[in-house]
């Protein structure tokens, strides 16, 4: 059996959740509090990683991809709360759509969410750097612990991968309240990546030695 640490399971699950993060604030629909909230919650898990990884057993590579993780997500979430006054793309539209089309059903200019169309937006590019700093620590921890390194490396790497998709989405469904008229297509994505994940996660738990081999003693 493969006998991974909390540490390593709490930067996989950052990891995930952050490059999920990536992937739907690219879109330029989701209102800047959603990437603030991911950014906090797996900055948060980056830490708790690196503390517990320092207390226990140490694996050097991996902890410096914890500090790179959290310094990735740090700076994503200052440069997002700095440049918060351009919102994002699509929401701005939304907005103006909205305020657009009451003006015209009931001739009342309907106080709308303002934004600054001329400030730079938050680069969503930025979000790629702490997942790909937590991808080597979870590799580096995977290589680190007992068992086949082949096959710890994939249980980590698609572990990822499915709990940051699952924990995106669960969190972007709730985000609907926060957004009301945010376009289905985000959470649609993520659900269409968890049904893309769960085979090879469910594959790579079973192979021997796994989850099957337990069951049969």
């Given at each position: 059996?493969?006998?991974?640490?909390?540490?390593?399971?709490?930067?996989?699950?950052?990891?995930?959740?952050?490059?999920?993060?990536?992937?739907?604030?690219?879109?330029?629909?989701?209102?800047?509090?959603?990437?603030?909230?991911?950014?906090?919650?797996?900055?948060?898990?980056?830490?708790?990683?690196?503390?517990?990884?320092?207390?226990?057993?140490?694996?050097?590579?991996?902890?410096?991809?914890?500090?790179?993780?959290?310094?990735?997500?740090?700076?994503?979430?200052?440069?997002?709360?700095?440049?918060?006054?351009?919102?994002?793309?699509?929401?701005?539209?939304?907005?103006?759509?909205?305020?657009?089309?009451v003006a015209a059903m009931t001739g009342i200019d309907r106080e709308e969410q303002r934004f600054d169309a001329d400030a730079a937006e938050f680069p969503p590019a930025l979000?790629?750097?702490?997942?790909?700093?937590?991808?080597?620590?979870?590799?580096?921890?995977?290589?680190?612990?007992?068992?086949?390194?082949?096959?710890?490396?994939?249980?980590?790497?698609?572990?990822?991968?499915?709990?940051?998709?699952?924990?995106?989405?669960?969190?972007?469904?709730?985000?609907?309240?926060?957004?009301?008229?945010?376009?289905?297509?985000?959470?649609?994505?993520l659900v269409r990546w968890t049904g893309a994940l769960w085979l090879p996660e469910l594959v790579v738990l079973l192979w021997p030695t796994g989850m099957w081999s337990v069951?049969?003693?």
């Amino acid at each position: 059996m493969i006998e991974l640490d909390a540490a390593t399971v709490l930067l996989q699950w950052a990891a995930g959740g952050l490059f999920f993060c990536w992937l739907t604030t690219r879109r330029r629909e989701v209102g800047l509090g959603y990437g603030w909230m991911l950014r906090g919650t797996y900055g948060l898990m980056g830490v708790l990683a690196l503390v517990i990884g320092l207390r226990t057993d140490a694996v050097v590579l991996r902890e410096v991809g914890s500090i790179g993780l959290v310094a990735g997500a740090t700076v994503a979430l200052v440069v997002s709360i700095v440049r918060r006054r351009a919102g994002v793309l699509g929401q701005r539209q939304v907005v103006e759509r909205r305020s657009a089309r009451v003006a015209a059903m009931t001739g009342i200019d309907r106080e709308e969410q303002r934004f600054d169309a001329d400030a730079a937006e938050f680069p969503p590019a930025l979000d790629l750097v702490a997942p790909l700093f937590g991808l080597v620590g979870i590799v580096a921890g995977a290589v680190a612990a007992d068992g086949p390194t082949g096959l710890s490396i994939a249980r980590v790497v698609v572990g990822a991968a499915f709990l940051g998709a699952i924990s995106d989405a669960m969190l972007l469904g709730h985000w609907y309240l926060v957004q009301p008229g945010l376009a289905r297509s985000p959470l649609l994505e993520l659900v269409r990546w968890t049904g893309a994940l769960w085979l090879p996660e469910l594959v790579v738990l079973l192979w021997p030695t796994g989850m099957w081999s337990v069951l049969n003693g």
